[in-house]
């Protein structure tokens, strides 16, 4: 489901007896600048990255040797001795470390700089490697952190294998062919059927949209408030020439449309509400992105015949809202991008480890306590610093919940644009949020002498000795399945859950357990557990309460006829096979219409066949593969391209190359980027015609542990919704079912530069505009050094690149790229810009500080 391989860094910083503690906390921690460098990526030889922390003192007064810690968050690990021996590396918990200092370390003085070197892992890869959320705490102050004043992340220039340096983007870009506008297809994602007749359709401000079905009601109320803001106020009338009919139609598909552009008027038919709605968002989508640009009187619109139905009836994007907070207009606007590319499932990973996000009105300590983060070493107020969030449990990331009334508004918002929203509660991993908030409950009811109530809704077993970490290093996360309070509590949020969404009149057909990433030796040293195994003949160990747990949570759900969803390892059951731990499609849950979204097909990993082996088993399968549609993993292996590569590297091509059905068919390079060797896929299963019936759907996720704002959440999905969206509405392409390589190849390279061609003339311009804008990836431009001249070129057609020869990054201002530029000396820096003047990162190339000449830099 996510990381794998993630850990966790924070920094305690120095320590000594020999001072004054009310002198130290008389400086200020906002004087602290802190850089974090790279030094050396193979340090003696090994597969590791030697890094330093430069700490340097820009107050007044002294920062003593001691008496205090940094505390920092990283996916890193580290040797315990820094290498400059000042300091010592320790875990807290989870992705929370301290450096605390030895008396090596040396009272800074106003000006001075102090540097601890540590080595780490693994080699540094990207910027999502730095430590991130530096605080410090004094030791006689240990339950309050203060802020230090700025950290910066120093450049880098890798030297790893698989680096994608500007002149490989060159040469990929190179193969795009460059189409001119009026050429490309106008609707996206593409249709079953589509037409185009020569002819154009008038738009003006007096066009009158009518529909005689009050079914599609709530859909010409959207339609109009579309035109409306498309022009303005506007005066209609219902006689004018100028008109959108919405019309019924008996027994087209139950997501399908007709449209039908002629130039007198404009007609869309469909047999279901959600039909006419996606018909309206493929009207909406011929409509040239000019026309968003700046008012205009009227718009012409290409005349066109569409008959269309989606592929999947279940198109989603996973948003991960607990490990970094968005905020409710952000998740609104995300809901509008999807409801116009015909998404219809968006599913809120709404609880975690690092956060709960969602106002429960029965248990307040949830949102009370599991909704904030800041500095705590004992969680009983709120949860500790995670993903760089600081010591200030006001921060804007680690902080946030949705109220009720929030949630309902989002909710409504997208049922009218026929999206439904599954909520995610995990359980029993990922549940330290959930965990310690219940445990504040306890602490609250307990003090008032309510020991019933207290245990009422307790997720632990008091006792229970047992000790593990997680794979994001928790050794406090998983709720204890053998009390009985865990389905007292688990009844109760769904009860509540039921009632938001009946309140909101919003459709509620799945609540996602979760159910992965359990680590090994929970519960073995509970007496709960020891019990219940003694009146449970059935449960022989604690992997047998794997099946005990989700079958108890199943029938709550089935008893009030809502269905179990959850990640691959609610579906599985482990076995052995040649003595060797594996698992296979449980048999105990596959007539109870359960349905797993299946994360873990890591090439290379053993797993890649195991979505198709729970479809051929009989499981309703979402394909939410790593290798194609996850949103958090990097663009490419590029210190400046921000994001994880512990599953893969992710450009767009790799959504838009998904086989949903033969997904090993395009799978070519390793989580590396190295090229595979397809003897992996023997003996895999492949998906048999049953199985194919069980692929209900395709998912693209974004988990937020890199993930802090709205910009960089817009950056991480578009334009990779671009591709998810046409591989989940429309049917196989040619070259997806071409049985010839070579043949199949080509009808991909021509598929693709169509594609790029469509996002770069047509939607990522649209997506400027539309909606208010979205902060999408303007990706670094290609260059390459010929004949003393520089080119340049850019993955999307359409996108402006501009460039400078005086050293400084380019602007809105700058030249524009028009041909090759003579060079002769000096730096010379290319950058991309979107329609708005917003630039991506810049490919430099020319001559380095010291005067050496490179092709380029990152």
């Known amino acids: 489901m996510r990381k794998i391989f993630t850990t966790m860094l924070i920094a305690a910083f120095f320590m000594s007896s020999a001072f004054k503690t009310t002198d130290a906390i008389k400086f200020n921690a906002a004087d602290l600048r802190i850089s974090w460098e790279v030094m050396d990526n193979n340090y003696q030889g090994k597969n590791e990255a030697l890094t330093a922390l430069v700490i340097t003192n820009s107050g007044r007064e002294v920062l003593p040797a001691g008496g205090w810690k940094f505390y920092f968050n990283s996916g890193r690990g580290f040797t315990e001795n820094a290498v400059s021996g000042n300091a010592k590396i320790n875990q807290v918990n989870g992705d929370l470390y301290s450096i605390t200092p030895t008396t090596s370390f040396k009272e800074l003085k106003p000006g001075e700089s102090a540097r601890v070197e540590y080595v780490n892992d693994d080699p540094v890869v990207n910027v999502t490697d730095a430590p991130e959320g530096i605080y410090l705490v004094w030791d006689a102050q240990p339950e309050k952190g203060y802020s230090i004043g700025s950290f910066d992340i120093k450049p880098y220039k890798p030297t790893y294998a698989g680096l994608i340096t500007p002149e490989i983007v060159y040469d990929r870009n190179k193969t795009v062919t460059d189409i001119p506008?009026?050429?490309?297809?106008?609707?996206?994602?593409?249709?079953?059927?589509?037409?185009?007749?020569?002819?154009?359709?008038?738009?003006?401000?007096?066009?009158?949209?009518?529909?005689?079905?009050?079914?599609?009601?709530?859909?010409?109320?959207?339609?109009?408030?579309?035109?409306?803001?498309?022009?303005?106020?506007?005066?209609?009338?219902k006689y004018a020439d100028n008109v959108i009919s919405l019309e019924y139609k008996e027994g087209l598909n139950a997501e399908g449309y007709e449209l039908s552009v002629k130039t007198s008027a404009i007609t869309i038919r469909a047999t279901t509400a959600a039909?006419?709605?996606?018909?309206?968002?493929?009207?909406?989508?011929?409509?040239?992105?000019?026309?968003?640009?700046?008012?205009?009187?009227?718009?012409?619109?290409?005349?066109?015949?569409?008959?269309?139905?989606?592929?999947?009836?279940?198109?989603?994007?996973?948003?991960?809202?607990?490990?970094n907070f968005q905020p409710q207009k952000q998740v609104i606007k995300l809901l509008e991008a999807m409801s116009l590319y015909k998404?219809?499932?968006?599913?809120?990973?709404?609880?975690?480890?690092?956060?709960?996000?969602?106002?429960?009105?029965?248990?307040?300590?949830?949102?009370?306590?599991?909704?904030?983060r800041g500095h705590t070493l004992d969680s009983k107020n709120h949860l500790p610093?995670?993903?760089?969030?600081?010591?200030?449990?006001?921060?804007?990331?680690?902080?946030?919940?949705?109220?009720?009334?929030?949630?309902?508004?989002?909710?409504?918002?997208?049922?009218?644009?026929?999206?439904?929203?599954?909520?995610?509660?995990?359980?029993?991993?990922?549940?330290?949020?959930?965990?310690?908030a219940m445990d504040a409950r306890y602490d609250r009811l307990m003090a008032e002498g309510k020991k019933e109530e207290a245990t009422k809704y307790l997720l632990r077993d008091l006792d229970d000795k047992s000790e593990y970490r997680s794979v994001q290093y928790w050794n406090d996360n998983v709720i204890n399945v053998s009390v009985p309070s865990t389905y007292t509590f688990v009844e109760r949020v769904v009860d509540d859950l039921i009632s938001i969404y009946k309140e909101a009149g919003a459709p509620l057909p799945n609540i996602h357990f979760g159910g992965d990433e359990v680590p090994p030796?929970?519960?073995?040293?509970?007496?709960?557990?020891?019990?219940?195994?003694?009146?449970?003949?059935?449960?022989?160990?604690?992997?047998?309460l794997w099946y005990y747990f989700y079958g108890r949570v199943n029938q709550i759900l089935k008893a009030k006829g809502i269905h179990l969803s959850g990640w691959e390892e609610m579906a599985l059951r482990k076995t052995r096979l040649d003595g060797n731990d594996t698992y296979v499609p449980n048999?105990?849950?596959?007539?109870?219409?359960?349905q797993a979204d299946v994360w873990n097909n890591v090439l290379g990993g053993g797993q890649e066949d195991l979505a198709y082996k729970l479809a051929n088993g009989g499981y309703k399968v979402v394909l939410t593969c790593v290798t194609n549609l996850y949103f958090d993993m990097a663009n490419y292996k590029s210190f400046d391209e921000p994001g994880y590569y512990w599953g893969a590297f992710l450009g767009i091509d790799k959504f838009y190359s998904f086989i949903p059905y033969d997904y090993f068919k395009n799978a070519d390079v390793d989580k590396n980027g190295a090229p595979?060797?397809?003897?992996?896929?023997?003996?895999?299963?492949?998906?048999?015609?049953?199985?194919?019936?069980?692929?209900?759907?395709?998912?693209?996720?974004?988990?937020?542990?890199?993930?802090k704002g709205t910009e960089r959440m817009d950056y991480m999905i578009f334009p990779r919704l671009f591709g998810l969206a046409e591989r989940a509405w429309a049917q196989d392409p040619a070259w997806a079912t071409e049985k010839d390589a070579i043949k199949a190849q080509q009808e991909?390279?021509?598929?693709?530069?169509?594609?790029?061609?469509?996002?770069?003339?047509?939607?990522?311009?649209?997506?400027?505009?539309?909606?208010?804008?979205?902060?999408?990836r303007v990706p670094k431009p290609g260059i390459s050094l010929q004949d003393g001249k520089y080119s340049s070129n850019i993955e999307f057609p359409g996108l402006t690149i501009r460039y400078t020869t005086n050293g400084k990054d380019p602007d809105a201002g700058s030249k524009v790229y028009t041909g090759p530029v003579d060079y002769k000396s000096g730096v010379i820096k290319f950058r991309a810009f979107d329609p708005k003047g917003r630039g991506g990162n810049v490919a430099t190339g020319g001559e380095d500080a010291e005067g050496k000449k490179q092709g380029s830099t990152l």
Not at 192 to 206: I, W
Not at 315 to 321: C, G, H, S, Y
Not at 749 to 774: A, C, D, H, I, T
């Open 181 to 237: 506008a009026d050429q490309l297809p106008k609707i996206l994602p593409t249709p079953v059927s589509y037409k185009e007749t020569g002819s154009a359709f008038t738009l003006t401000a007096n066009i009158h949209v009518s529909s005689v079905d009050k079914r599609f009601d709530k859909e010409l109320a959207i339609l109009n408030n579309d035109m409306k803001a498309l022009f303005g106020k506007r005066a209609t009338n």
């Open 748 to 776: 991909y390279q021509q598929s693709w530069s169509v594609f790029l061609n469509v996002l770069g003339k047509r939607e990522m311009p649209r997506l400027s505009y539309y909606n208010g804008g979205y902060n999408y």
């Open 343 to 372: 998404l219809n499932v968006l599913h809120l990973h709404l609880t975690d480890d690092e956060g709960w996000r969602i106002e429960i009105p029965s248990l307040p300590e949830l949102t009370s306590v599991g909704s904030k």
């Open 275 to 323: 039909g006419m709605f996606y018909g309206i968002q493929s009207f909406k989508t011929l409509i040239p992105v000019t026309a968003l640009a700046k008012p205009t009187s009227s718009i012409q619109i290409s005349c066109v015949e569409v008959t269309d139905a989606p592929r999947f009836p279940h198109r989603a994007v996973m948003l991960d809202v607990a490990r």
């Open 385 to 436: 610093a995670s993903h760089g969030s600081g010591p200030d449990v006001n921060n804007p990331y680690g902080t946030g919940f949705y109220t009720k009334a929030e949630y309902i508004e989002i909710l409504k918002y997208a049922t009218d644009r026929h999206i439904t929203v599954i909520p995610e509660i995990e359980t029993p991993g990922h549940a330290r949020a959930s965990i310690k």
């Open 521 to 544: 030796h929970v519960w073995e040293k509970s007496p709960a557990y020891i019990a219940l195994k003694a009146t449970h003949p059935e449960i022989q160990n604690t992997g047998d």
């Open 587 to 594: 048999p105990d849950f596959t007539g109870e219409h359960l």
């Open 676 to 707: 595979i060797n397809r003897s992996i896929f023997l003996g895999k299963q492949r998906l048999t015609d049953y199985g194919k019936s069980n692929i209900i759907g395709l998912q693209g996720a974004l988990w937020a542990e890199t993930v």
